[in-house]
């Protein structure tokens, strides 16, 4: 199986699962991995690391911008197999135990099936595994504050509202910003392409989304890798606003 791998800088690789991203950073032989698509991703996840020259093994840790199951699908996987360390802010820790579950519930997904593409999107997404109880045994939370000793130095930026402990991943020197699913390029339940806010039935609480995506307008970077969508070239800060005026246009 060949994966969907878009490599969009010097050791950092944007990849297409079904319907959702995740990234490889890799520094020499060692690699960060930042999000595990859906469960019924894990071929493709694991085909997506031999096609940038990776293993599993190679992987220092898995990196979670937040517990959905379509980040956290083949995490516990990982690490019950290879024992990388999966790390999660603190307050998405229990999320990952699913001490609790903060996502979009099926009967909501129906209320809002009259909307375009929300059905197709609904199937795709329970055929991926997308309902599946997909706990982390022992997720834990960034070991230092700052950025992280492992390749791409990736530096946790939270971002609330999505779910309580989205976190977002700087990396300063490349300029790069993945952004999980607080900003977003593009979805099948969405319309509008481009940096966007995903729709609202997905955030845990839409004002807190709204509000984090001020933080992503003080990020350096000209290379935004979201959870969902394609790759978006240019200001963060720049793609941050539009996001963000898309939102309030979509209020008044
Ligand atoms: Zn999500
Ligand atoms: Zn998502």
Redesign the pocket.
């Known amino acids: 199986m060949r994966a969907d791998v878009q490599q969009v800088a010097d050791g950092a690789y944007l990849v297409h699962g079904n319907n959702t991203n995740w990234v490889i950073l890799t520094e020499g032989d060692a690699a960060t991995l930042v999000d595990t698509g859906y469960p019924g991703d894990r071929q493709q996840l694991l085909a997506s690391l031999a096609e940038v020259g990776s293993s599993p093994e190679a992987v220092e840790a898995v990196l979670i911008?937040?517990a959905?199951s379509?980040?956290l699908g083949s995490a516990e996987y990982l690490r019950s197999a290879y024992g990388m360390p999966v790390y999660l802010h603190e307050a998405e820790v229990p999320h990952a135990r699913r001490e609790f579950l903060h996502?979009v519930s099926v009967g909501t997904v129906l209320k809002n099936g009259w909307r375009p593409g929300v059905l197709p999107w609904a199937v795709h997404a329970i055929r991926s595994g997308g309902t599946a109880h997909v706990p982390v045994a022992c997720p834990q939370p960034f070991p230092v504050a700052g950025p992280l000793d492992l390749p791409g130095r990736p530096m946790p930026v939270p971002t609330p509202g999505?779910?309580d402990g989205?976190a977002a991943y700087h990396l300063p020197d490349r300029g790069i910003v993945i952004s999980?699913?607080a900003l977003v390029t593009g979805h099948p339940t969405a319309r509008a392409k481009g940096p966007q806010l995903?729709p609202d039935m997905?955030?845990h609480e839409q004002t807190r989304a709204v509000a984090s995506l001020e933080v992503f307008e003080g990020l350096e970077g000209d290379l935004l890798l979201p959870?969902?969508g394609p790759v978006h070239r240019g200001p963060v800060r720049e793609a941050a606003l539009q996001a963000r005026e898309r939102a309030r246009s979509k209020v008044e």
């Open positions: 911008t937040h959905h379509d980040h996502q999505h779910t989205h999980g699913d995903l997905f955030h959870g969902h």
